[in-house]
T-cell receptor
Framework: AQTVTQSQPEMSVQEAETVTLSCTYD???????LFWYKQPPSRQMILVIR??????QNATENRFSVNFQKAAKSFSLKISDSQLGDTAMYFC???????????FGKGTKLSVKP | NAGVTQTPKFRILKIGQSMTLQCTQD?????MYWYRQDPGMGLKLIYY???????DKGEVPNGYNVSRSTTEDFPLRLELAAPSQTSVYFC?????????????FGSGTRLTVV
């Protein structure tokens, strides 16, 4: 069975600084995908970034990037130049190649302070 | 595009009452999902569907039923509401089992059972 663990229930960062959110996962699959979702107070689930496990290159989307360490089963999210609008819950999720259902971690509540 | 639309946004039920949470998508996605999100927890899969007429159980299906008569609609039925079903419910859809697409989520339904 797949599991996703986020060990930081809450984090805070000053506006314009950089913050890294941690995520570890466990899977027996060789083909899988990893995601970070953002959930602002509006409750909407927004896809931030995705990573295919077979790609060694770390995914990047503007200010968001990941550090994918496949051997360590680690998938951290780095937010650069943090903005007030980044304040939200962030969920790490994995999806196996064979089943295709998203498995979520418990989330990290990020607060960006002015 | 409307994307994934869920109704209602909020609902209070009494113990033992029944209700249906509606979900519809206009993206012609074959795959649809129902998740629940409890406070401080990630999302857990209730049921999913890979196409019209085909549904399957997820991690936490007890107390729920689903149907998929059309590609667009995937309602979730609670037959005998219990306090343990107090949660936020999310419907999601995806184009295919090609995992790199991720999911499109609705805005959620907050259900309270008293």
């Amino acid at each position: 069975a797949q599991t996703v663990t986020q060990s930081q229930p809450e984090m805070s960062v000053q506006e314009a600084e950089t913050v890294t959110l941690s995520c570890t996962y466990d899977t027996s699959e060789s083909n899988y995908y990893l995601f970070w979702y953002k959930q602002p107070p509006s409750r909407q689930m927004i896809l931030v970034i995705r990573q295919e496990a077979y790609k060694q290159q770390n995914a990047t989307e503007n200010r968001f990037s990941v550090n994918f360490q496949k051997a360590a089963k680690s998938f951290s999210l780095k937010i650069s130049d943090s903005q007030l609008g980044d304040t939200a819950m962030y969920f790490c999720a994995s999806m196996s190649g064979s089943q295709g259902n998203l498995i979520f971690g418990k989330g990290t509540k990020l607060s960006v302070k002015p | 595009n409307a994307g994934v639309t869920q109704t209602p946004k909020f609902r209070i039920l009494k113990i033992g009452q029944s209700m249906t949470l509606q979900c519809t998508q206009d993206m012609n996605h074959n795959y649809m999902y129902w998740y629940r999100q409890d406070p401080g927890m990630g999302l857990k899969l209730i049921y999913y569907s890979v196409g019209a007429g085909i549904t399957d159980k997820g991690e936490v299906p007890n107390g729920y039923n689903v149907s998929r008569s059309t590609t667009e609609d995937f309602p979730l039925r609670l037959e005998l509401a219990a306090p343990s079903q107090t949660s936020v419910y999310f419907c999601a859809s995806s184009y295919s089992r090609s995992q790199s697409y991720g999911y499109t989520f609705g805005s959620g339904t907050r259900l309270t059972v008293v």
